[in-house]
């Protein structure tokens, strides 16, 4: 069964500098993979998807993730984070050849952004 | 009003209580989801309706019951509810529910209380 590991539970960061979430997945068929941010008390957004195509996808407020099959990874990142990206970040996978719509989601990595 | 809406935002409810929690979308969409949310766990997915129709029961134990009368709109049922059923509970639309491509629009969730 599909799964996915975000292995950072917490990431601090300084504001203005670099952030990567990292993102793995475990098989390597053809997959559909997203990254949503969670702020407080709020639902998830999505930032970005990758379907198909070029393997760089880049987001809603500056994020990129790049897509690499042979790693089975998907990392999230930022060049200069700000103090509004505090919040949670979530990776998910669907496998398109189950025909299925079921999103796998990993446990979430939660950033914060230092002053 | 757009996207998905979420009412209440809050609830407490006892363990003998029945209460509903309602989602609302307004995207158009034809599929339905309700997740649960607890920390330090994904996101567990519980129900799926696809054009008003139940197309996933992810072994939710029968305190909770779904409604769907409509593609726009999405009910939880709740009753004798226990401790361990306090969580944000999440509401969530797509285009299709087939493929997997499509992605989910979540709403702000409902925070659950059981006493």
């Known amino acids: 069964a599909q799964s996915v590991t975000q292995l950072d539970s917490q990431v601090p960061v300084f504001e203005e500098a670099p952030v990567e979430l990292r993102c793995n997945y475990s098989?390597?068929?053809?997959?559909?993979l997203f990254w949503y941010v969670q702020y407080p008390n709020q639902g998830l957004q999505l930032l970005l998807k990758?379907?198909?195509?070029?393997?760089l996808v880049k987001g809603i407020n500056g994020f990129e993730a790049e897509f690499n099959k042979s790693q089975t990874s998907f990392h999230l990142r930022k060049p200069s984070v700000h103090i509004s990206d505090t919040a949670e970040y979530f990776c998910?996978?669907?496998?398109?050849?189950?025909?299925?719509?079921?999103?796998?989601f990993g446990t979430g990595t939660r950033l914060k952004v230092l002053a | 009003e757009t996207g998905v809406t979420q009412t209440p935002r809050h609830l407490v409810m006892g363990m003998t209580n029945k209460k509903s929690l309602k989602c609302e979308q307004h995207?158009?969409?034809?599929?339905m989801y309700w997740y649960k949310q607890s920390a330090k766990k994904p996101l567990e997915l519980m129900f799926v309706y696809n054009f008003k129709e139940q197309t996933e029961n992810n072994s939710v134990p029968s305190r909770f019951s779904p409604e769907c009368p409509n593609s726009s709109h999405l009910f939880l049922h709740l009753h004798t509810l226990q401790p361990e059923d306090s969580a944000l509970y999440l509401c969530a639309s797509s285009q299709d529910f087939r493929g997997g491509n499509q992605p989910q629009h979540f709403g702000d969730g409902t925070r659950l209380s059981i006493l």
């Open positions: 098989s390597s068929v053809s997959v559909y």
């Open positions: 990758y379907l198909s195509g070029s393997t």
């Open positions: 998910a996978v669907s496998d398109p050849s189950r025909g299925t719509y079921k999103y796998i």
């Open positions: 995207l158009g969409h034809n599929a």
